[in-house]
Structures are given as structure tokens and as C-alpha cells.
């Protein structure tokens, strides 16, 4: 059975400050995505990675996979109020359709 | 606006009570899930298709139907509400990954309060 754990579950961080999200999975994994959701809202993709040693940049995040060690990160650079979220991981295997959660890391953000 | 709709947005059922979320997608995508999201343990898939006449059981499938008659639909049933089954509920679609970027897009949900 495919597990997807992340670290850590709540982050409080200072704005400018940098900081890592982590997502480990059990098994092999076809495509590793990252969603940000506000309160309330629904799941904003901010990634899709596909294969090792990927890596993508979209202003203040970045994502990264490692499939050997299966692990993807996403790290915050110089954090701003803006970002404040929760972010989540997910992963497929085998059949596209079935996504497979890891339980969100909630990210706050401080002047 | 193409994407994923859900109906209702907001929904209070008693105890027993069965009732129909709608989810539709305008975007001709083949699979189509859905979820339920709880505080503090992520989304867990329900129930998933991936094609019309195609469905199969998530992780969480208990005291919930599922039918895939067209490409556009898939309506979630409760059959009998229970208030272990208050949640926000998510559709979500996706085409095949044929292309090296195809992704999910979800809806805006439905939250569901069973008494």
C-alpha cells in the first residue's frame, strides 16, 4: 500500500526567512505533485515532477524529486505573508487516475 | 469557464438521509475521482473512473455510490448519511498521462455536515 508522509506537519517562519518541506513516499511513484490550498479553497497545482533529479522554480518555491531515495522537497526561499497555506504533496503509481495524499504541511508565515 | 463544477457548494443532511454530489467537467478528461478531505489526514480517495461505465473503489468507498455514464458526469451518492461522513468532499479530472504535463484539476468542493 502506497503511503506518503511530510514534514513537518506546521511550520511557522519569519518572513525572509528560508525553510524546506519534505515528502517521502513507500513505493515506486510515477509523478509526484505538489498542491497549495488556501482556507477554504480548493487544490492549486503548483508542480508536477516526473523524473529523478527533477527540478522546477516558480518565484519563491522550488521542487525537487529524488526517485532513488523517494523523496521530493519543496523550499521556500525568503518566505513572504503571501505564501502562508497549506501545502500538499501527492503521488501516483500504476493507475493515473488514484492520487495518494500526504497529510499537508500548513504553513505560516510572520511579519 | 472550462474546469470542474460540484454541486452543492454547501449541504446539511440528517442522519439517514441520502442525498446526490454532482460533478461535472467540461474538459472531455477520461479519469475522474473523488475525494474527501478531514482535518489533519489529507485527501483519500472514494472512489475513482476512468472512463464512462468504469469505476472502481478508493481507499475510503464505504457508504458511498458511484456511476460514470458519460464522460462529463460522475455523481457521488451517500446512501444513508452518517456524521462519520461530514467532510468537504473534491471532484477532481485528468486526462490520461499521455503528455509529459497533464495534471489534475479539482473543484471547488462541497462541504458536508451530516447531524
Known amino acids: 500500500e502506497l503511503k506518503v508522509e511530510q514534514n513537518p506537519l506546521f511550520l511557522s517562519m519569519q518572513e525572509g526567512k528560508n525553510y524546506t518541506i519534505y515528502c517521502n513516499y513507500s513505493?515506486?511513484?510515477?509523478?509526484l505533485y505538489w498542491y497549495r490550498q488556501d482556507p477554504g479553497k480548493s487544490l492549486e497545482s503548483l508542480f508536477v515532477?516526473?523524473?529523478?533529479?527533477a527540478v522546477k522554480q516558480e518565484g519563491r518555491l522550488m521542487a525537487s524529486l529524488d526517485t532513488k531515495a523517494r523523496l521530493s522537497t519543496l523550499h521556500i526561499t525568503a518566505a513572504v505573508h503571501d505564501l502562508s497555506a497549506t501545502y500538499f504533496c501527492?503521488?501516483?503509481?500504476?493507475?493515473?487516475?488514484?492520487?495518494?495524499f500526504g497529510t499537508g504541511t500548513r504553513l505560516q508565515v510572520t511579519l | 469557464n472550462a474546469g470542474v463544477t460540484q454541486t452543492p457548494k454547501f449541504q446539511v443532511l440528517k442522519t439517514g438521509q441520502s442525498m446526490t454530489l454532482q460533478c461535472a467537467q467540461d474538459?472531455?478528461?477520461?479519469?475522474m475521482s473523488w475525494y474527501r478531505q478531514d482535518p489533519g489526514m489529507g485527501l483519500r480517495l472514494i472512489h475513482y473512473?476512468?472512463?464512462?461505465?468504469?469505476?472502481d473503489q478508493g481507499e475510503v468507498p464505504n457508504g458511498y455510490n458511484v456511476s460514470r455514464s458519460t464522460t462529463e458526469d460522475f455523481p457521488l451518492r451517500l446512501l444513508s448519511a452518517a456524521p462519520s461522513q461530514t467532510s468537504v468532499y473534491f471532484c477532481?479530472?485528468?486526462?490520461?498521462?499521455?503528455?509529459?504535463?497533464?495534471?489534475?484539476?479539482f473543484g471547488s468542493g462541497t462541504r458536508l455536515t451530516v447531524v
Open positions: 477532481a479530472s485528468s486526462p490520461p498521462h499521455r503528455g509529459l504535463e497533464d495534471g489534475y484539476t
Open positions: 513505493t515506486t511513484s510515477d509523478r
Open positions: 515532477l516526473l523524473s529523478n533529479g
Open positions: 501527492a503521488v501516483t503509481t500504476g493507475t493515473a487516475s488514484k492520487l495518494t
Open positions: 474538459m472531455n478528461h477520461e479519469y
Open positions: 473512473s476512468v472512463g464512462a461505465g468504469i469505476t
